[in-house]
């Protein structure tokens, strides 16, 4: 029978959020960080935090695992079986535990207590002590919503790296799996955009903390559910197959031409980063820094994807211009922005996922960054859409690739353009951002050849196509 230990081991190992795939590593402790809710029905919700050490470079990685722990085995569970062991002394003391995400009753008892929760006032420093502090756990809420009851907890079925659980139609509870000691910025910067009655994020309602020895651990964040949302990557998909559909068409005469929401996309963008300077502050990094930092990037991209080694000079020549422009704007921005961040409700554009480029450790993402950097996130991902579905066609078919592919410029273009024209307010970019947006562009770039190696190298040639044509006309 396998230990507690192993049991976990095996259960992480083939998760879907777990970001280790395919490396060896052992579980090196478990800490148990509190109950939700209060024992009862022959259940109990509790949360442990795992350590892995990976055999390959002895780093260590900390993930959240929710449990619940029934008395009895529940066959409706057995997908999310994670072991059966003694918690403690006792004969009576073994348990069936599962990942707790899967289970209404479980979840049920993080909304009862949520909902048991004095609210704050949405002012920092002013959070009152709550009665719902379970053992090092702690649950706040924000003024501002009240929450439904009686809503039954569902999980996402597009579970990534963290695991999303839906409230009904009112909340989602994103339990975050690896957990970072320190500061979440999605739970910071949506605070702050909550605070200031953003209109371009879910609204946030709460989220669970949990003290360590090591500092804070943010563990989970309820937000508000965009109901009526679609998912911008998706409509934009659907616009490029619309435009595809009509081979003697261009993009701005077919039904799902997209330039007045990448429009909207960039006003949206652009008032979210107005709200994040006033409310995280401004600063300035020199360009020259910047450069190196990208150089540095270029290096170890090579090493993965040796194909860049042949467009590197220029690709360092786009970076040295921010050398240039002396010192740089930064603040507190997105960070890893693309098409598949963004949703699209009735209410307008919302941005989601405030944590990052998630390969970051956590210091480098709380960082102050240039504003640029999500500008270009979404300029490739305007490049990415297009040629994503035209490279989807039978090698054979040359002809049709080859106009497709054409098609796929006008689209990218367009979109791109509209993007810009509204974020910057202007028809024309300065010699000056015209520079930023190069630099940050390749940047990207490279960042994502690096990605689509690792994770999905059949869309490698997207990436690296777009880099054989930076800088040419
Ligand atoms: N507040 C929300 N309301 C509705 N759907 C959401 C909300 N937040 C995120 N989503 C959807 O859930 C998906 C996963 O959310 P995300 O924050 O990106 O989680 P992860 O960190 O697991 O990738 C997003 O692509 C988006 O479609
Ligand atoms: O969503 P994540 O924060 O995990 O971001 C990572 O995965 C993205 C892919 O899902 C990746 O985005 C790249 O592919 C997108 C299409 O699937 C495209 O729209 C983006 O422009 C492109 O960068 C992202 O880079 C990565 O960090």
């Given at each position: 029978?396998a230990?507690?230990?192993?049991?976990?081991?095996?259960?992480?190992?083939?998760?879907?959020?777990f970001?280790?795939?395919?490396?060896?590593?052992?579980?090196?402790?478990?800490?148990?960080?509190?109950?939700?809710?209060?024992?009862?029905?022959?259940?109990?919700?509790?949360?442990?935090?795992?350590?892995?050490?990976?055999?390959d470079?002895?780093?260590?990685?900390?993930?959240?695992?929710?449990?619940?722990?029934?008395?009895?085995?529940?066959?409706?569970?057995?997908?999310?079986?994670?072991?059966?062991?003694?918690?403690?002394?006792?004969?009576?003391?073994?348990?069936?535990?599962?990942?707790?995400?899967?289970?209404?009753?479980?979840?049920?008892?993080?909304?009862?207590?949520?909902?048991?929760?004095?609210?704050?006032?949405?002012?920092?420093?002013s959070?009152?002590?709550?009665?719902?502090?379970?053992?090092?756990?702690?649950?706040?809420?924000?003024?501002?919503?009240?929450?439904?009851?009686?809503?039954?907890?569902t999980?996402?079925?597009?579970?990534?790296?963290?695991?999303?659980?839906?409230?009904?139609?009112?909340?989602?509870?994103?339990?975050?799996?690896?957990?970072?000691?320190?500061?979440?910025?999605?739970?910071?910067?949506?605070?702050?955009?909550?605070?200031?009655?953003?209109?371009?994020?879910?609204?946030?309602?709460?989220?669970?903390?949990?003290?360590?020895?090591?500092?804070?651990?943010?563990?989970?964040?309820?937000?508000?559910?965009?109901?009526?949302?679609?998912?911008?990557?998706?409509?934009?998909?659907?616009?490029?197959?619309?435009?595809?559909?009509?081979?003697?068409l261009?993009?701005?005469e077919?039904?799902?031409?997209?330039?007045?929401?990448?429009?909207?996309?960039?006003?949206a963008?652009?008032?979210?980063?107005?709200?994040?300077?006033?409310?995280?502050?401004?600063g300035?990094?020199?360009?020259?820094?910047?450069?190196?930092?990208?150089?540095?990037?270029?290096?170890?991209?090579?090493?993965?994807?040796?194909?860049?080694?042949?467009?590197?000079?220029?690709?360092?020549?786009?970076f040295?211009?921010?050398?240039?422009?002396?010192?740089?704007?930064?603040?507190?921005?997105?960070?890893?922005?693309h098409?598949?961040?963004?949703?699209?409700?009735?209410?307008?554009?919302?941005l989601?996922?405030?944590?990052?480029?998630?390969?970051?450790?956590?210091?480098?993402?709380?960082?102050?960054?240039?504003?640029w950097?999500?500008?270009?996130?979404?300029?490739?991902?305007?490049?990415?859409?297009?040629?994503?579905?035209?490279?989807?066609?039978?090698?054979?078919?040359?002809?049709?690739?080859?106009?497709?592919?054409?098609?796929?410029?006008?689209?990218?273009?367009?979109?791109?353009?509209?993007?810009?024209?509204?974020?910057?307010?202007?028809?024309?970019?300065?010699?000056?951002?015209?520079?930023?947006?190069?630099?940050?562009?390749?940047?990207?770039?490279?960042?994502?050849?690096?990605?689509?190696?690792?994770?999905?190298?059949?869309?490698?040639?997207?990436?690296?196509?777009?880099?054989?044509?930076?800088g040419?006309?």
């Open positions: 029978m230990t507690r230990l192993e049991s976990l081991h095996e259960y992480i190992g083939q998760a879907r959020w970001g280790g795939k395919g490396r060896d590593f052992s579980v090196t402790g478990v800490t148990r960080l509190g109950e939700v809710g209060d024992p009862g029905d022959g259940h109990r919700v509790v949360v442990d935090l795992v350590e892995l050490t990976y055999d470079t002895g780093e260590r990685e900390l993930y959240q695992l929710p449990l619940v722990l029934y008395d009895e085995p529940e066959g409706r569970l057995d997908h999310a079986f994670v072991g059966w062991w003694q918690e403690g002394e006792g004969d009576d003391d073994w348990v069936h535990a599962y990942d707790a995400v899967h289970d209404r009753a479980a979840m049920a008892r993080y909304l009862e207590t949520f909902v048991r929760t004095p609210t704050s006032p949405v002012v920092e420093g959070r009152q002590p709550d009665e719902s502090r379970h053992a090092t756990l702690t649950f706040v809420r924000l003024e501002g919503h009240e929450l439904d009851p009686d809503t039954h907890g999980l996402f079925s597009g579970e990534q790296s963290n695991s999303s659980v839906l409230y009904g139609e009112d909340a989602v509870l994103k339990v975050f799996r690896k957990i970072t000691p320190g500061e979440n910025p999605d739970i910071t910067t949506h605070r702050v955009l909550t605070e200031a009655s953003s209109e371009h994020v879910a609204q946030l309602y709460g989220w669970i903390e949990a003290q360590t020895h090591d500092g804070i651990l943010h563990l989970a964040m309820l937000q508000q559910f965009l109901r009526t949302a679609s998912d911008g990557w998706d409509l934009a998909v659907a616009s490029v197959r619309d435009l595809f559909a009509e081979a003697d261009h993009a701005e077919v039904g799902g031409d997209f330039a007045s929401e990448a429009a909207r996309l960039g006003v963008l652009c008032e979210v980063h107005q709200q994040l300077g006033e409310s995280f502050g401004t300035t990094v020199r360009g020259s820094h910047v450069a190196e930092l990208m150089n540095d990037r270029l290096d170890e991209a090579i090493k993965v994807v040796s194909e860049l080694e042949e467009h590197a000079d220029r690709l360092r020549g786009a040295a211009a921010l050398g240039d422009l002396g010192d740089l704007p930064v603040q507190r921005i997105h960070g890893d922005l098409l598949g961040q963004t949703l699209r409700t009735v209410l307008g554009w919302k989601v996922d405030f944590e990052g480029e998630p390969a970051k450790p956590l210091a480098e993402r709380l960082l102050p960054d240039s504003p950097r999500d500008v270009a996130g979404m300029l490739r991902s305007f490049d990415y859409a297009p040629h994503a579905v035209a490279w989807s066609v039978p090698e054979e078919d040359r002809d049709v690739l080859e106009q497709r592919r054409h098609r796929a410029e006008e689209w990218a273009a367009r979109n791109k353009r509209a993007f810009l024209e509204a974020y910057t307010d202007n028809d024309e970019l300065t010699h000056e951002q015209g520079v930023l947006v190069a630099a940050y562009v390749a940047d990207k770039t490279v960042y994502e050849c690096v990605y689509e190696a690792r994770n999905r190298p059949s869309w490698l040639p997207i990436p690296l196509s777009a880099i054989a044509r930076i040419t006309p």
